[in-house]
């Protein structure tokens, strides 16, 4: 299984997602790869922002090795499952797959989880609110839990 998980810039969301997937995938004895990258060039090459970086090492999940980078067409065919962290990351995916098969791959990133009733559909984008990092490791970690569940089941 190899799944990509998909912010804007790369730097707080998906790389949060990416650590946090992984983990729940090691702890299970799985070799999937798991991957991250923005819709977005902004970032790329760049660490994961610091804050996203201080609450993943204060739940014990080091992300600072990791580097921003920019989906391609080519993702859309290497990986098996595209997790959008929002509905604009989503659009952009799909205006960027050009067949049928890669389509069926973009998922919501909390609609796979199952976690749409009750959360809502977007994983909020804490970029421009230092209080929102702790609520969206939270909810990445509830989504990421319940993603390798249903993929095991």
């Known amino acids: 299984m190899r799944i990509l ?4 810039g790369n730097i707080c969301r998906s790389p949060l ?4 997937l992984r983990r729940a995938v090691e702890a299970r004895g799985l070799s999937w790869e798991i991957s991250s990258s923005g819709t977005a060039n902004y970032h790329v090459g760049k660490a994961p922002d610091r804050r ?14 990791q580097r921003a980078q920019q989906v391609t067409r080519a993702d859309l065919d290497h990986y098996d499952l595209i997790l959008a962290m929002d509905r604009q990351n989503l659009a952009d995916l799909q205006a960027l797959a050009t067949t049928p098969a890669q389509l069926q791959k973009i998922h919501l990133f ?17 970029y421009w609110d230092d209080s929102g990092f702790a609520s969206v490791y939270a909810l990445l970690e509830r989504a990421a839990e319940r993603i390798v569940e249903r993929l095991v089941d």
Do not use: W, Y
Not at 17 to 20: P, S
Not at 52 to 65: C, E, P
Not at 113 to 121: C, F, I, S
């Open 5 to 8: 998980n998909v912010c804007l």
């Open 17 to 20: 997602a990416e650590g946090l």
């Open 52 to 65: 996203s970086v201080a609450i993943g090492k204060a739940h014990q999940l080091d992300i600072s090795g």
């Open 110 to 126: 909390l609609d796979f989880a199952g976690l749409r009733a009750t959360e809502g559909p977007d994983v909020p984008d804490p």
